[in-house]
C-alpha cells in the first residue's frame, strides 16, 4: 500500500497549516538554514507522538475522548497567542536579524509547541496512519516505518516552506513591508486557532 500511502501523506505534509506557515514567516526573518533547523522542533514533536500512537495513543483518545478536546483548546489559543505576538512585533532590520535569531531556540519552542498541540496531527497519527497496517504483522513496527516515511516527507515540506520564504526577504527590504507580512501571517495563524476551537472533531 506505500503507492498509496506516499501521495496521500505528502499531500498531508504539504498542506499550508501552522507549521508550514510559521517556517516561512521564520525564513523571511532569519534566512533559510536558521527556519530548518527550527523547524527541527517540529519533527521532534512529531516523532513523540507517532511513538505514543504506536504504544496505544489511538486507545486512549476512545476511552477519554475529553483529551483529544483539552489538546484542541490548548492548541487553538496558543496559535491565537503566537497571531497576537506577531501582529504585535516591531519589524527589525534583515541585517540585525540573525543575531536577533538567538530566537533560534523562541522559533524551536514555538515550532514544537505548535505541532504538539494541534489535534489535527493527533488525529492523523490514531486515525490514518492505522488504515496502512497490515493485520497480519506486528502494529507497532509498522506504524514507526509509516511515521519515519511521514517525518521524512514532513522534512521535504520543511525545505520547500522555508525556500518559499527565504525567497520574500528580497521583498521585505523595508520595515512596513515587514509588518505586514507578520500581520497578514498572524491574522492566519489566528485564523487557524479559532477554526481549531470551534470545530468539533
Not at 47 to 52: D, G, N, Q, T
Not at 79 to 84: D, G, P
Not at 99 to 127: C, D, H, M, Y
Amino acid at each position: 500500500m506505500w503507492w498509496v500511502f506516499l501521495p496521500a501523506c505528502f499531500a498531508i505534509n504539504m498542506s499550508p497549516g501552522p507549521n508550514n506557515l510559521l517556517v516561512m514567516q521564520s525564513a523571511t526573518t532569519a534566512g533559510f538554514r536558521l527556519a530548518a533547523i527550527a523547524a527541527s522542533g517540529r519533527i521532534m514533536s512529531f516523532s513523540v507522538l507517532i511513538v505514543a500512537v504506536s504504544l496505544g495513543l489511538s486507545s486512549l483518545l476512545l476511552v477519554a475522548p475529553w483529551f483529544l478536546t483539552a489538546v484542541k483548546i490548548i492548541g487553538g489559543l496558543y496559535l491565537l497567542w503566537i497571531a497576537q505576538s506577531l501582529w504585535r512585533a516591531h519589524p527589525e532590520p534583515l541585517e540585525h536579524n540573525r543575531q536577533a535569531f538567538a530566537s533560534l531556540t523562541k522559533a524551536f519552542r514555538r515550532e514544537a509547541g505548535v505541532a504538539l498541540s494541534n489535534p489535527k496531527a493527533i488525529l492523523v497519527f490514531s486515525a490514518f496512519l492505522p488504515q496502512f497496517v497490515s493485520p497480519n504483522s506486528a502494529a507497532f513496527e509498522q506504524l514507526l516505518w509509516l511515521g519515519a516515511a511521514f517525518l521524512v516527507l514532513e522534512c521535504v515540506a520543511i525545505v520547500f516552506y522555508a525556500m518559499l520564504g527565504s525567497r520574500f526577504r528580497t521583498f521585505l527590504a523595508t520595515s512596513n513591508r515587514r509588518r505586514m507580512f507578520n500581520r497578514v501571517c498572524g491574522v492566519l495563524l489566528g485564523m487557524a486557532g479559532l477554526t481549531l476551537l470551534l470545530t468539533d472533531f
